[in-house]
C-alpha cells in the first residue's frame, strides 16, 4: 500500500473507533489485489459490518467506500510503476545499498516508528505516569543496555525538574534499590523488547515492596507488561540488526513526551526550579569561543 494512504491511517487511527481500527489493521497489512475489492470482501477480511467500512471511508475523509476504493487504487497504480517510493517502515541494511540513501532512508524509518508511536499511545496512561511521577516521593529508572541511555536522559530531565530521581547501572544495586522502595515510590522499567530478565526481575521486586510500577516497552503483548501498573508502548514493529539503531528512537521521544508533560503539570514551580539548576552549572560552559582561545 501506498505511504500515503498509510500515512492518513496512521494519522486518523488513535480517533478511530475498536470496529474501524479493525479495518484500519486490515488494509495496513493487506498484499492483495485493490482492484477486484468489493465492500463486502474488505467488511469480512477486516470481520466488520459493511456500514463500519463506511464510517472508516468517511473518519478518513472519503465520501464512502467507492472513494477509498479509488484512491486506493490509484495509489497502488502509481505505486507500480515505481512514481511512489515505498514505504521504508520496517526497512532492512543491505550491502546493495547506496551510501547516498542511507541519511533519507535513516530519517524516513525512524519518522514512521514515531507515527506509530503516536498512533497507539494511550493518552491515559500518559497522564497517569505524569501524575504518578508528581506525586511519588522517589522515582526510581532503570533498564539495561541500548535502554540504559533512556534511562540517563529521563532521569537527568526529571532531576532539572525538581524530581527526585535516581538510577543504577549495576543489576544488584537496581534489586536492591527495588526492594527498598515503598507505596510512596514509583519504578519505571524501561526495555525495549520488554523480555529483558534483569529488568523484569528488577520490577517484580519493585511491585512486591509496595512500590507504584510502570514500564516503557515497544511491543505491546510483552512480559514485562504484567508487572506495570501501567504501560506506555511505543512503536509495534521490530527495526533492524538487534534493533541496535532505533530502539531507542521512539523511547528518546517518549522521554520527551514525559518530560515535557511533567513541566506542563506545575508551570511555574519546575520552570523555576529548572532556572535555580542551570544557573548551578551556567559557568562550566565557554562564553565565547575567544574565551577558550585565550585559555589555550
Same mark, same amino acid.
Given at each position: 500500500?501506498?505511504?500515503?494512504?498509510?500515512?492518513?491511517?496512521?494519522?486518523?487511527?488513535?480517533?478511530?473507533?475498536?470496529?474501524?481500527?479493525? =479495518?484500519?489493521?486490515?488494509?495496513?497489512?493487506?498484499? %492483495?489485489?485493490? /482492484?477486484?475489492?468489493?465492500?463486502?470482501?474488505?467488511?469480512?477480511?477486516?470481520?466488520?459490518?459493511?456500514?463500519?467500512?463506511?464510517?472508516?471511508?468517511?473518519?478518513?475523509?472519503?465520501?464512502?467506500? @467507492?472513494?477509498? @476504493?479509488?484512491?486506493?487504487?490509484?495509489?497502488?497504480?502509481? /505505486?507500480?510503476?515505481?512514481?511512489?517510493?515505498?514505504?521504508?517502515?520496517?526497512?532492512?541494511?543491505?550491502? +546493495?545499498? +547506496?551510501?547516498?540513501?542511507?541519511?533519507?532512508?535513516?530519517?524516513?524509518?525512524?519518522?514512521?516508528?514515531? +507515527?506509530?508511536?503516536?498512533?497507539?499511545?494511550?493518552?491515559?496512561?500518559?497522564?497517569?505516569?505524569?501524575?504518578?511521577? &508528581?506525586?511519588?516521593?522517589?522515582?526510581? =529508572?532503570?533498564?539495561?543496555?541500548?535502554?540504559?541511555?533512556?534511562?540517563?536522559?529521563? =532521569?537527568?530531565?526529571?532531576?532539572?525538574?525538581?524530581?527526585?530521581?535516581?538510577?543504577?547501572?549495576?543489576?544488584?544495586?537496581?534489586? =536492591?534499590?527495588?526492594?527498598?522502595? %515503598?507505596?510512596?515510590?514509583?519504578?519505571?522499567?524501561?526495555?525495549?523488547?520488554?523480555?529483558?530478565?534483569?529488568?523484569?526481575?528488577?520490577? @517484580?521486586?519493585?511491585?512486591?515492596?509496595?512500590?507504584?510500577?510502570?514500564? &516503557?516497552?515497544?511491543?505491546?503483548?510483552?512480559? &514485562?507488561?504484567?508487572?506495570?501498573?501501567?504501560?506506555?508502548?511505543?512503536?509495534?514493529?521490530?527495526?533492524?540488526? %538487534?534493533?541496535?539503531?532505533?530502539? +531507542?528512537?521512539?523511547?528518546?521521544?517518549?522521554?520527551?513526551?514525559?518530560?515535557? %508533560?511533567?513541566?506542563?503539570?506545575?508551570?511555574?514551580?519546575?520552570?523555576? &526550579?529548572?532556572?535555580?539548576?542551570?544557573?548551578?552549572?551556567?559557568?562550566?560552559?565557554?562564553?565565547?569561543?575567544?574565551?577558550? /582561545?585565550?585559555?589555550?
Amino acid at each position: 500500500m501506498c505511504g500515503e494512504i498509510q500515512f492518513e491511517i496512521r494519522k486518523n487511527y488513535r480517533w478511530l473507533r475498536p470496529s474501524e481500527k479493525k =479495518v484500519a489493521d486490515y488494509l495496513l497489512s493487506f498484499e %492483495g489485489e485493490i /482492484e477486484t475489492m468489493t465492500i463486502i470482501d474488505l467488511a469480512h477480511g477486516a470481520g466488520v459490518s459493511q456500514p463500519t467500512v463506511i464510517r472508516f471511508a468517511s473518519a478518513l475523509g472519503f465520501q464512502g467506500f @467507492k472513494e477509498l @476504493k479509488y484512491q486506493l487504487m490509484k495509489a497502488d497504480g502509481l /505505486e507500480h510503476q515505481g512514481l511512489v517510493p515505498q514505504p521504508l517502515h520496517g526497512f532492512k541494511i543491505s550491502s +546493495r545499498d +547506496r551510501m547516498e540513501d542511507v541519511p533519507s532512508n535513516i530519517v524516513a524509518t525512524a519518522i514512521t516508528m514515531l +507515527r506509530d508511536t503516536l498512533m497507539k499511545m494511550e493518552t491515559e496512561d500518559f497522564v497517569q505516569l505524569i501524575e504518578k511521577i &508528581i506525586k511519588a516521593r522517589r522515582v526510581f =529508572v532503570f533498564g539495561v543496555e541500548n535502554s540504559h541511555s533512556v534511562v540517563s536522559d529521563l =532521569v537527568t530531565k526529571l532531576l532539572y525538574l525538581g524530581i527526585d530521581c535516581l538510577s543504577y547501572g549495576d543489576y544488584y544495586l537496581q534489586s =536492591v534499590c527495588a526492594n527498598n522502595l %515503598g507505596p510512596e515510590d514509583l519504578a519505571i522499567a524501561i526495555s525495549y523488547s520488554g523480555y529483558s530478565r534483569n529488568t523484569i526481575d528488577v520490577l @517484580k521486586i519493585a511491585k512486591k515492596s509496595g512500590a507504584a510500577t510502570a514500564a &516503557i516497552t515497544n511491543f505491546e503483548k510483552s512480559l &514485562i507488561k504484567r508487572y506495570g501498573d501501567l504501560c506506555l508502548t511505543t512503536s509495534s514493529e521490530q527495526y533492524m540488526y %538487534g534493533n541496535a539503531i532505533f530502539s +531507542r528512537v521512539t523511547q528518546h521521544a517518549l522521554v520527551d513526551m514525559v518530560y515535557t %508533560g511533567v513541566l506542563l503539570s506545575r508551570f511555574e514551580i519546575h520552570t523555576q &526550579i529548572m532556572d535555580n539548576n542551570s544557573r548551578i552549572i551556567s559557568d562550566r560552559a565557554y562564553e565565547s569561543l575567544e574565551e577558550q /582561545e585565550d585559555l589555550m
